[in-house]
């Protein structure tokens, strides 16, 4: 069976002009039978969230053997170091490069059973999202869906670099998921 736990709970702060205050990326811990993954490992002001996640939970940061940055923003990357053993996967498409990573080009990568990689461009060019079948379809959304009003009311992300591709790219989340966890936020059911 394939388990999800949430590491850190990201939060995005804007000014009343809508300027970013401060980001912070949620990070997601999968486990599946055969690997230990780690998605998007959020800023260093989580770090320490993140650390007490993983002793409550019972891992260690070194028995993660795979790491999924849905994109290349810092705010999803900057506790990378913690996961030196881990392979890195990415899509193609940013400018920014991760040393060693594994470059995805395809709309669709099967990453292990239960767990694929999608291609949800939009907010920018290589964002990916990782969808999940355990007891539920889950999708791990990045800054595809950055906030749960970007679902529900169906807004692309404000900073994008397509607002029609992230549209689509939050319907095709949409088609397929029971739960969404965004870039920034709590999981969220699609259906209320």
């Not at 912070?24 to 230990?36: E, F, G, N, Q, Y």
């Amino acid at each position: 069976m394939i388990q999800l736990d949430i590491l850190a709970v990201g939060d995005l702060q804007r000014d009343e002009e809508g300027n970013i205050l401060k980001a912070d990326a949620t990070s997601v811990l999968i486990r599946t039978p055969k690997h230990t993954i780690v998605v998007d490992p959020s800023t260093k002001y989580m770090r320490a969230f993140v650390k007490t996640s993983f002793k409550q939970i019972g891992v260690f940061p070194k028995e993660v053997d795979i790491v999924v940055l849905t994109h290349m923003h810092h705010d999803h990357i900057e506790n990378l170091d913690l996961y030196q053993k881990a392979k890195v996967y990415v899509h193609s498409g940013s400018d920014e490069e991760i040393p060693g990573a594994v470059v995805i080009d395809k709309d669709e990568y099967q990453l292990c059973e239960g767990v694929k990689l999608v291609h949800t461009p939009g907010h920018c060019p290589e964002e990916m999202s990782v969808f999940v079948e355990a007891d539920r379809k889950y999708v791990v959304a990045g800054d595809a869906i950055p906030l749960e009003d970007n679902f529900f009311k169906m807004i692309p992300p404000r900073l994008n670099a397509d607002p029609a591709l992230a549209l689509e790219s939050i319907k095709k989340i949409g088609n397929y998921a029971d739960v969404i966890i965004p870039g920034h936020g709590f999981p969220f059911m699609t259906v209320q």
